[in-house]
C-alpha cells in the first residue's frame, strides 16, 4: 500500500469529531501525525444546545452559556423542585463549541479542514470517497448515521425528536436559577412528551417540546404545542421567538459498536454514544474519547472498554418498555425523578452507579410490563 495521505481520517466535524480531534491535539503522542477532519457544512451556525451535569471542574467550562443549581419536574399530579447539591446542570452552544475547537486546530500543523462529503469508505484500500475527492488514510472515525439500526426489527428503535424556541418577553416571567428538566402538564395523546425549560434570565428562555415515542410527527405539531404551552402554562400573551432549533434522536439498542473494524471505528450518534434511555451525549462523548486514546496509546483496538453490557441491558428493557406502553412515560420519569436522589440518578446516567444502586433504582421504576420486557429482551 502506498504511504496514505493521512494518519488518521475525521469524517464529520461535529461534537464527537472536534472532541476527538482536540483530545487528540492535547496529547503530545500524536504529535507530527497527520490528520484531516471532513466536514460538508461550514459548521458556523448554532445548530444545537447541549447540556449536561458535573460536580467537578471540566475541560468546557470556559463555554459554558448558562449553567443551573436547581431544577424543576413537572407531571399532572406534583411537582418538585430538585436541589441539584454538588452538580450544576450546564449548557452550552454549539456555534460557540465549534468555533473554539476550530480556532484551537488551526493553531497546529497536524490539522487540515476540509470541506466535502464522504459517500463511502473501503477498508480494503482504506480510502475515503467524497465527492470532491478520495482520501486516504491507516484510520477513520466516521460519525455518519446510516439507517441500518431501523432495518433489523429484533432492536428496538424509538426516537427523541423535539423542536426548541428561543423566546424574549416583555416581562419577567422565568426564574433564570432554575431550569425545567420535564414538564408533562401538556402532552400529545398517548405518548411520552414533555416540555424542557432553559432560562437564560428572567425574560429570556430556550423551550422545547420532546417527544420520546416510536413514531415522527409533522412539523405543525411542535409548533402547536409549544405555543399551547406557552399560553397555557406559563400562561404568556406575547413573545417574540429569537432562534429555533429541531432535532431528531434516535433511542435505540441496536449495536452500533458491532460496526467497528481494525480501521473504521464509529463515533458519535453513529457509534452508539448516546445515551438510549436519555439522549445524553456531551459527557459521555467526552468519556469515550478518553477511552479511545488510551486503547490507542496502550495498542489496544480503538474501539476496547466502550460499552458497558449491563447498563446497555437496563437501557433495551427500558426502551422496550416505552415502545409497546410509550403513554407509560409519564408515569416512569416521575418515579425516577422523584423516588430517586438526584445524586443518584446522575451517577446512574453516567453509568457510575453499583449492582445493587442499579437494582434499586430499577425497582424504583417497577411496573409489570417490565418483566415482559426483561424476558423479551432475554
Not at 122 to 138: C, E, M
Request: with cysteine; hydrophobic share 35%.
Amino acid at each position: 500500500m502506498l504511504v496514505p495521505d493521512y494518519y488518521y481520517v475525521i469524517v464529520g466535524g461535529g461534537l464527537a469529531g472536534l472532541q476527538l480531534a482536540s483530545r487528540i491535539n492535547n496529547d503530545v503522542f500524536f504529535k507530527g501525525k497527520k490528520i484531516a477532519i471532513i466536514e460538508p457544512s461550514k459548521k458556523i451556525e448554532n445548530d444545537k444546545t447541549w447540556c449536561f451535569w458535573q460536580n467537578t471542574p471540566g475541560k468546557w467550562d470556559h463555554l459554558i452559556h448558562k449553567s443551573w443549581n436547581k431544577a424543576a419536574f413537572f407531571s399532572s399530579e406534583t411537582e418538585q423542585t430538585l436541589d441539584l447539591g454538588e452538580y450544576s446542570y450546564n449548557m452550552i452552544r454549539s456555534s460557540d463549541f465549534y468555533e473554539d475547537v476550530k480556532k484551537e486546530l488551526e493553531k497546529s500543523e497536524d490539522f487540515i479542514f476540509i470541506q466535502d462529503r464522504i459517500e463511502k469508505i473501503d477498508p480494503v484500500t482504506r480510502t475515503a470517497v467524497g465527492k470532491k475527492a478520495n482520501y486516504t488514510a491507516t484510520h477513520f472515525f466516521d460519525s455518519r448515521l446510516t439507517d441500518k439500526y431501523k432495518e433489523e426489527v429484533k432492536h428496538t428503535v424509538l426516537y427523541q425528536h423535539f423542536k426548541g424556541w428561543l423566546i424574549e418577553t416583555q416581562e419577567n416571567i422565568f426564574d433564570p436559577g432554575k431550569f425545567t428538566m420535564m414538564d408533562f402538564r401538556l402532552k400529545y395523546k398517548d405518548s411520552t412528551s414533555f416540555t424542557y425549560v432553559l432560562p437564560l434570565t428572567a425574560k429570556k428562555a430556550l423551550i422545547e417540546f420532546t417527544f420520546f415515542t416510536p413514531f415522527l410527527t409533522a412539523e405543525k405539531v411542535y409548533d402547536e404545542m409549544l405555543e399551547r404551552y406557552l399560553k397555557e402554562i406559563l400562561q404568556l400573551k406575547d413573545w417574540k421567538i429569537t432562534e429555533t432549533e429541531t432535532g431528531i434522536i434516535p433511542m435505540t439498542d441496536f449495536p452500533f459498536h458491532e460496526n467497528n473494524s481494525a480501521y473504521i471505528t464509529r463515533i458519535g450518534t453513529a457509534g452508539g454514544w448516546v445515551k438510549p434511555s436519555s439522549g445524553y451525549s456531551f459527557k459521555s462523548t467526552e468519556r469515550k474519547v478518553e477511552q479511545i486514546i488510551e486503547n490507542i496509546k496502550s495498542g489496544l483496538a480503538t474501539s476496547e472498554g466502550l460499552f458497558n453490557k449491563s447498563f446497555a441491558r437496563y437501557d433495551s428493557i427500558f426502551l422496550d418498555v416505552l415502545s409497546r406502553r410509550n403513554d407509560l412515560g409519564e408515569s416512569l420519569f416521575t418515579k425516577f425523578y422523584t423516588k430517586n436522589s438526584i445524586e443518584d440518578i446522575f451517577r446512574f446516567l453516567d453509568e457510575e452507579t453499583s449492582f445493587s444502586e442499579n437494582i434499586k433504582i430499577m425497582l424504583s421504576l417497577y411496573h409489570p410490563e417490565f418483566i415482559k420486557s426483561f424476558f423479551r429482551k432475554l
